[in-house]
């Protein structure tokens, strides 16, 4: 609701406080693979919402937590560990300033898509770094695998966003 919903001047603060209450869920339950990963999904949120160099201790943050749901359930959630953590590798700078690393973000990609191959998330994430990374011919087929992506439960508005991005992002591709 937060990204898709939510005024994009205010996102920071809702993200700052759902990652609060997040927090308390992995505090509450830290064998729950599940809280990790929310937590990690909010403060990547929070830390894109934010931009520049201040994010950098929330991606860090971003980061441990995703870390720990992958030590519990590597599957959690249909590979959203691994998509998080792409994602994360994909867009933090490189040290000495953040941890990025382009090869491993693109690990991580693969590795959501050995857990869900078919899934919206999984393929959409690794298309988006497919056209980061200037190799659009390869994310076509990844952001068609997306669009036929079955409907997830309590997901109805996450879905819609998801899919109106990668319409989006379809409609862009160069043709070749």
Do not use: C
């Not at 659009?136 to 997830?152: D, H, I, N, T, V």
């Amino acid at each position: 609701q937060i990204q898709y919903e939510t005024p994009a001047g205010d996102r920071e603060k809702a993200f700052q406080a759902l990652a609060t209450s997040a927090d308390g869920l992995a505090q509450t339950h830290p064998r729950r693979a599940e809280a990790h990963t929310w937590l990690g999904i909010t403060l990547a949120s929070q830390a894109r919402a934010n931009g520049g160099l201040a994010a950098l201790t929330v991606t860090r943050q971003a980061r441990d937590a995703f870390e720990k749901a992958l030590a519990i359930d590597p599957g959690v959630m249909g590979g959203a560990v691994y998509y998080g953590l792409g994602g994360l590798f994909a867009n933090v700078p490189r040290w000495p300033i953040g941890f990025g690393d382009k090869a491993y973000a693109e690990t991580m990609f693969k590795k959501a898509l050995e857990v869900s191959p078919e899934g919206l998330d999984s393929n959409y994430y690794y298309a988006d770094f497919l056209v980061s990374q200037k190799r659009p011919e390869e994310a076509r087929p990844y952001l068609e695998r997306a669009l036929k992506a079955p409907p997830r439960a309590n997901r109805k508005l996450a879905d819609a966003g998801r899919r109106a991005n990668v319409e989006t992002m379809l409609r862009d591709l160069p043709t070749s």
